[in-house]
């Protein structure tokens, strides 16, 4: 596509359930990465993928998080048992070996 | 990991007034970019700029990677200029950090 997609727009869950999140980076990118914005805060880096490297997941909050990349295509983030603190927007990224990023809309999750 | 630093938090402007935003890393970085983040929450990619000096219509954005500083000029501002402007910095791929962001109040 022409950008970064991702879905959905809005997750409204309960505590405890489990959620994930899908990402579509732009054609011909190579790396991805995962971020996770409060409400008024700045950006907190999650995890990244580089090709077919291993992915840096030192930004993931806890194990319950977890996310997946199928070679340079659609990346899904995970969150198990969902937290009230999870809410959040997480917003995808994709870059072209890793210099000038290009953001998707984000998903706006909510945990009841 | 690198920290960024982000000065002012908030400003606010009159219409057609001009402003400096400023971005201090605490180490050196070879990967630098501003991004505007409008009131949807969508954010806009506005320079790439590693080092040196780039100019996009009233926007400029420079930066001198030997001081580990990058400031972005915003000329003639208007209404449509609020919102929040990130800066982020890394010096590997994996590592781009985010400063808290100068949120913009331009009024009318």
């Known amino acids: 596509g022409a950008g970064v997609s991702q879905s959905p727009s809005n997750k409204v869950t309960e505590k405890g359930k489990d959620v994930e999140l899908r990402c579509d980076p732009i054609?011909?990118?190579?790396?991805l990465y995962w971020y996770r914005q409060r409400l008024g805060q700045g950006l907190e880096f999650l995890i990244y993928?580089?090709?077919?490297?291993?992915?840096?997941k030192s930004g993931l909050p806890s194990d319950r998080f977890s996310a997946e990349r199928t070679g340079e295509s659609v990346s899904t983030l995970t969150i198990q048992r969902t937290q009230q603190e999870d809410s959040a927007v997480y917003l995808c990224?994709?870059?072209?070996?890793?210099?000038?990023?290009?953001f998707g809309p984000g998903t706006r999750l909510t945990v009841l | 990991g690198i920290q960024v630093e982000q000065s002012p938090p908030d400003l606010i402007l009159q219409e057609g007034a001009n402003s400096t935003l400023r971005c201090n890393f605490s180490?050196?970085?070879?990967?630098l970019q501003w991004f505007h983040q409008n009131p949807w929450g969508q954010l806009i990619n506005l320079f790439y700029i590693p080092s040196g000096t780039k100019q996009n219509g009233r926007l400029s954005a420079t930066t001198v990677a030997t001081e580990r500083y990058s400031l972005l000029y915003i000329s003639s501002s208007q209404t449509t200029d609020s919102g929040v402007y990130f800066c982020a910095g890394g010096n590997n791929n994996n590592d781009m950090r985010f400063g808290a962001g100068t949120r913009l109040t331009v009024k009318p």
């Open positions: 990224a994709s870059s072209l070996r890793g210099y000038e990023q290009f």
């Open positions: 054609s011909g990118h190579t790396a």
């Open positions: 993928f580089q090709g077919n490297s291993a992915p840096d």
């Open positions: 180490d050196s970085v070879n990967n």
